[in-house]
């Protein structure tokens, strides 16, 4: 019984909360935009939402080419024939599926830990102060500015020490305690999230005797979702993308990622090129022989798994890093 | 809880108890080694085969940075004065398309799942290889052959380095996702009756985003700054970061190699100290 007057006071407050703050008012309708205006904002968005999508369509392209058409200065864009083999080589190359595992791991599991650990770190510092906060508060700012290669060196040794080459804990424990790549930045989101929600909640809550800890995790926690979806999908792709942790703590070919994987590849095509052995040679024009097409399609590859993702969760994404607050007060 | 403890006390504890696991963990992963990386930057490190032996030499890894280094030093001016043209260039950018995407228009959503886009895929080797390959390069300037219009027009110490960023406008627009995201979020968060206010004292849209908009979005300046400063700082194909790389792993030359970190991490902090003396005034009046 008391758990639903709980539940009801919170549904009011947010909803009180929601209504203050509506988004998407039309503020254009309102001022009568002219449509010369309209025009202009149409083009503008059109303009830069072309070289936001060149990149992307420049790997599509190029990864459907064949070796011929790169060197063909009549195809811009468009090649002579629908060619995949870049693709299946890619794929063999790449070595996709169990590569594709490792990425996973070494991605999904630090981002699920970080979205647990550091929701609780940054509720602490949302909503208790104490002797010594202040400082704590500095350290996080500075932990977020500390690039990570001032400290790699103590951390690979402190690594090796422990017998963690190799093994996914240098990607996972860091995590555990709220550290981790860019762990920093993911508490101060959470920490701006749970300041901006209304202190009634846990009030409500303690006056029917929760303790801290279950206030935190059945009440507040799952009212942070928004932060979580903006925490774990940033914090997904940034280890799927990351190779400059993996390239010093994993050296076992077995054990790369698809990042990992996507260099050696780049680096054998190169090897290739120069050993001639790859049945493309420069000719006497001067064109000089790439595999291009080749890196494009492993590229295209490798970041398909977070492209997936990204347009089946876009929508939600969007809406929750408005919510969440991720920008401060 | 016991009963004699004071509800204050009770409080600090449990502040404590969430903060504890963060602590711990700044002590493993950031303060020890910090402090350590420090400890070789001021040494000679020799692998030998009962260890690292360290002989204290005091600033000479510093001074070797500056003096005998041929490499390091250029690469760290590119790097902070790439900083000094970039970030601004990706703070308009993002705040103009955020201006763009904060209006209800149709087709909202798609744009904005675009634009968000490099947000996904704007880190990491992708992108280094796609700058290597030459997709930068927007068609546009090549068609007007922008490079000897450029340098007719203005002194080359000029025209290089605007030249530099044309270059690679797109890939820094594919910089500013998480930026852009910022800027719209704190749009977002503008109540609507300041901008009914505004319009009832006749402001024009012009006079409306200087006097409403940008002052309530100086708190996302600041923001995006920092943001925009770590992330160039950190990001990969950084060629200061590279090299750092290769001192260490590659010349396991791990005392030199510890002082570059140190000078670099230095370097970003005293940028970061500025920005935050610049924006100085809008941290005080926040409080």
């Known amino acids: 019984m008391q758990s639903n007057n709980v539940a009801a006071t919170i549904r009011q407050t947010l909803a009180s909360g929601r209504e203050k703050t509506s988004p998407y008012v039309p503020i254009a309708k309102r001022y009568g935009r002219s449509t010369a205006s309209w025009v202009f904002h149409y083009l503008m968005l059109f303009g830069l939402a072309f070289v936001f999508i060149y990149p992307m369509l420049y790997l599509i392209s190029k990864s459907l080419m064949q070796s011929s058409d790169l060197s063909d200065a009549s195809v811009q864009w468009i090649p002579k024939a629908l060619d995949f083999s870049n693709f299946k080589y890619a794929w063999e190359a790449l070595d996709y599926l169990p590569k594709f595992k490792n990425s996973i791991i070494t991605s999904l599991v630090p981002a699920l830990v970080q979205i647990a650990s550091c929701a609780f770190i940054g509720y602490g510092f949302a909503r208790y102060r104490f002797p010594g906060y202040m400082l704590l508060l500095g350290f996080l700012l500075f932990t977020f500015l500390v690039p990570p290669q001032t400290i790699i060196l103590p951390l690979y040794i402190f690594y090796s020490d422990l017998h963690w080459m190799n093994t996914y804990f240098p990607f996972v424990i860091p995590a555990v305690f709220g550290h981790g790549l860019r762990g920093a930045l993911f508490v101060m989101i959470f920490l701006q999230f749970f300041r901006g929600l209304p202190g009634q909640l846990e009030e409500a809550a303690r006056i029917d005797g929760a303790g801290a800890l279950r206030t935190f995790w059945s009440i507040m926690f799952p009212l942070a979702r928004p932060a979580m979806l903006v925490v774990f999908l940033f914090s997904l792709v940034w280890h799927w993308n990351d190779t400059f942790e993996p390239s010093l703590f994993t050296t076992i070919a077995d054990k790369f990622n698809l990042m990992q994987n996507l260099k050696v590849m780049d680096g054998q095509t190169q090897l290739q090129l120069q050993n001639g052995t790859a049945g493309v040679t420069g000719d006497l024009t001067g064109f000089v022989p790439t595999f291009a097409n080749r890196v494009m399609a492993g590229s295209l590859l490798t970041i398909l798994p977070m492209l997936i993702l990204y347009l089946f969760t876009q929508r939600y994404f969007v809406e929750s890093v408005e919510r969440a607050g991720i920008a401060g007060e | ?287």
């Open chain 2, 1 to 287: 809880m016991k009963k004699g403890m004071s509800m204050r006390t009770r409080h600090y504890l449990e502040g404590y108890m969430f903060t504890l696991p963060w602590v711990i963990g700044f002590l493993a992963f950031m303060a020890v080694p910090l402090a350590r990386s420090l400890y070789f930057s001021l040494n000679k490190l020799e692998i030998k085969t009962a260890g690292l032996q360290a002989h204290y030499i005091g600033l000479e890894n510093f001074r070797k940075a500056f003096t005998v280094d041929v490499e390091f030093t250029p690469k760290l001016i590119g790097t902070v004065s790439g900083l000094i043209f970039n970030v601004p260039l990706i703070l308009i950018f993002a705040m103009f398309t955020a201006l763009l995407l904060n209006r209800s228009f149709k087709g909202r959503m798609i744009f904005r799942g675009i634009f968000f886009l490099p947000v996904i895929i704007a880190s990491g080797t992708v992108l280094t290889k796609l700058r290597e390959d030459g997709a930068a390069n927007l068609p546009i300037f090549q068609q007007y052959d922008l490079a000897s219009t450029l340098s007719t027009i203005m002194p080359m110490e000029l025209a290089r380095p605007l030249l530099g960023i044309l270059e690679s406008l797109s890939l820094s627009m594919w910089d500013s996702g998480v930026q852009i995201l910022i800027f719209l979020a704190g749009l977002q968060s503008i109540s609507t009756h300041l901008y009914e206010a505004a319009k009832v004292d006749g402001a024009t849209p012009w006079e409306i985003f200087w006097k409403v908009t940008f002052p309530m979005i100086t708190p996302m300046i600041l923001v995006n700054t920092l943001f925009s400063i770590v992330n160039s700082f950190t990001k990969a194909g950084n060629p200061i970061m590279d090299y750092i790389m290769d001192v260490l792993f590659k010349d396991n030359d791990f005392g030199y190699g510890a002082a570059l970190g140190w000078i670099y991490f230095l370097v970003s902090f005293v940028i970061i100290g500025i920005v935050l003396y610049l924006f100085r005034k809008s941290l005080r009046e926040r409080g």
